[in-house]
């Protein structure tokens, strides 16, 4: 359904995987961590003017939040004032809703192409997330002749056998009988990704001008819930995925950080002038 995301995703894997096994071989996990880690940094390149586009939603959006509160205490039940009054504020901004719906729609595609395509090295079982993996599960035999995507049979089975610092690439922590192999490299990983994630949230509630208590509720989910979650889930990812996690969450953290320290501080709306007699 998405074959248009997965096939370019794939081919730019394939790409930087082809080009790390010249120096370290094309069965080396090596190889493949470093091709996951820079097809993160190609689809975040691409993907960087809507990001910066997104970014600047959100600023607006947060400045904009205190105004359009004030105008619902205003307006009270008068929805068609209201609906006028918000037109005019964000014509005045240049707010454009599409403007942050559509970036974040790109990234999301990007987002379930990666994973769809390292799900798909290993098809073994089935998977009931939609756009994630296959719906129906493979033998081990018949998934290693598969192809997936732009990669090769062997090219499978490349990846299916290789390790990092002893992990195989396509192990879980609650999937092999090497526990301990896994895990050194898994929960270093898995612990990357939670504190980047937390970080991301915390450097975005220090932007926020003001909260109301469905706000602060939402930013101790985004602080503390969405990080604990990314630790369960490491408990069940293959280790190439977690690899992708820990890049994908710590280039987050940092490409925004740059691009708001560029854009400078935000700035509230200044109060309305008030006439003088």
């Not at 930087?16 to 190889?31: D, E, K, N, Q």
């Not at 922590?173 to 949230?201: E, K, N, Y």
Request: charged share 10%.
């Amino acid at each position: 359904m998405l074959d248009f995301v997965y096939y370019p995703v794939a081919a730019v894997l394939w790409l930087w995987h082809t080009g790390f096994a010249v120096p370290f071989g094309a069965a080396s996990g090596l190889s493949w961590a470093l091709a996951i880690v820079m097809l993160v940094v190609t689809l975040r390149a691409v993907l960087y003017r809507p990001f910066l586009a997104q970014v600047r939603f959100s600023r607006t959006m947060a400045v904009l939040q205190p105004k359009m509160r004030q105008l619902r205490a205003e307006c009270g039940d008068d929805r068609e004032r209201l609906a006028v009054e918000t037109r005019k504020l964000q014509q005045q901004h240049n707010f454009n809703v599409l403007s942050g719906c559509l970036p974040v729609l790109a990234q999301l595609l990007m987002f379930l192409g990666l994973l769809h395509v390292l799900h798909s090295f290993d098809r073994t079982a089935v998977s009931h997330v939609p756009f994630l993996g296959s719906s129906t599960a493979m033998t081990a035999a018949q998934n290693a002749d598969t192809a997936n995507y732009v990669f090769a049979p062997e090219q499978v089975r490349s990846f299916l056998h290789a390790d990092l610092f002893g992990a195989p690439l396509s192990a879980t922590l609650t999937s092999t009988d090497s526990v301990a192999s896994v895990a050194v490299v898994a929960l270093p990983l898995v612990l990357i990704a939670a504190v980047a994630t937390h970080c991301t949230a915390r450097a975005s509630i220090a932007r926020q001008f003001e909260t109301t208590a469905q706000m602060r509720l939402i930013n101790a989910m985004t602080l503390w819930l969405f990080p604990l979650g990314t630790l369960v889930a490491g408990l069940v990812m293959p280790i190439g995925i977690l690899v992708y996690f820990a890049t994908s969450n710590t280039w987050t953290f940092v490409q925004q950080h740059v691009v708001h320290r560029r854009l400078g501080p935000l700035e509230p709306l200044p109060p309305p002038a008030v006439p003088t007699i």
